[in-house]
Structures are given as C-alpha cells and as structure tokens.
C-alpha cells in the first residue's frame, strides 16, 4: 500500500483543510505515482518573506519557500516508517501564502492567494481568488499593518485568520476560504496530475 505523503508548510487548519480538499481521497483524482492513500500532514516553516506579504513576487515567494521548506524539514522516524530513517517525510511540500497586491487597471488592493507544490525537482504555481479591499483596510495595510489584525480590529474578532479569514468577512461568506486556498493548490498540482506539463 502506497500512501502519498503531502506536508502543509503551515500549522494554520485552514490551509491543512484547502490541501485535503484539493487532494481530495486517492480513490476520486489522479496524484502522482497513483497511491492508495493520501495523507496531509501540518509543518509549522517559516515563509522568509515579511508578516504581510506585498505583492505578487513577494507572496508567490513566500509560498514557494514554504513548499520547499516542508521538504527540508527534518524527517521523524513515525514519519519516514517502512521507508527507512533515511527517506524524506514527504513526497510533496505545500505552501500557501496570502497577499495584498494591486493590479494593472484597477485601482483597488486586493487581497490575494498564491500556492506552491514542490517535490523537490519541479515547482507548480497557482492563484486563489482575489478580493477587493475596503478603502480603510487597504490604507491600514498600506501603513504597514498586518490584513489579519486589521479584519480582527474591524469585525471585533480575534484569529480570523484561522477561521473564515478576509476572504470570508469580505463576501459575507459567500467565499469559503478553505475552498479559496484549495483552488490555488488545485492549480499549483498542474505539473503533477496533467500529462500536459
């Protein structure tokens, strides 16, 4: 029995939930080396970019970090199992990074999602939805404030972030965050599930 092994580069259950829903069971999509089993595990890394990422570069860097960080991180031995103490804890490192950036035409900040898959050797990349600001989070962020404290201080929350995140807040729910997140690690799997890369 073959189990494919994916690491979240985040201790965040809302980024672990977008993974499994984009991963969904072996048994209903086609992952790499066709597995019987799928198994999504949480690996608190660092992003290397700033707490509030800026940008499209600085975002989609901080999740390619996170992807391969997972990969790097050191292998416990109830993780490497039957492999060997040798054998890498993951066939597959996962970052997902949140982001404010503008865009060309629009004058808007939006709140923006990137995710990166990694096995070491390729490098798939992919954006979530994207969403408008309110003008007074926007200039919060501007001023160098975080979007996750920001969103806290106006709906008088404490860790939206691990909750319905912005994303959620922003469209009254109509924007699921976990399935946000997921669309973008659904495409970031492109390399690895489509005979076209």
Known sequence: MTTLRVGVGSGNPVKRRAVEL?????????????????AVESVPVDSGV????????????GAENR???????EPERERAGPRGDDAAAFDLGVGIEGGVAGF????????????AVTDGDRVGRAAGPSLALPADVAARIGDGEELGPV????????GVATRGGAAGALTAGRVDRAEALAAAVSGALGPFVSELY
């Open 22 to 38: 984009a991963l969904g069971s072996a048994a209903d999509a086609d992952h790499p080396g066709d597995p019987t089993g799928v």
């Open 50 to 61: 700033s707490e509030q990422p800026t940008g499209h570069a600085e975002t989609v860097a």
């Open 67 to 73: 992807a391969a960080a997972v990969l790097e991180a």
């Open 104 to 115: 060309d035409g629009a004058d808007d900040r939006y709140l923006i999602m990137w995710a």
């Open 151 to 158: 969103m806290d201080d106006r709906l008088g929350t404490d």
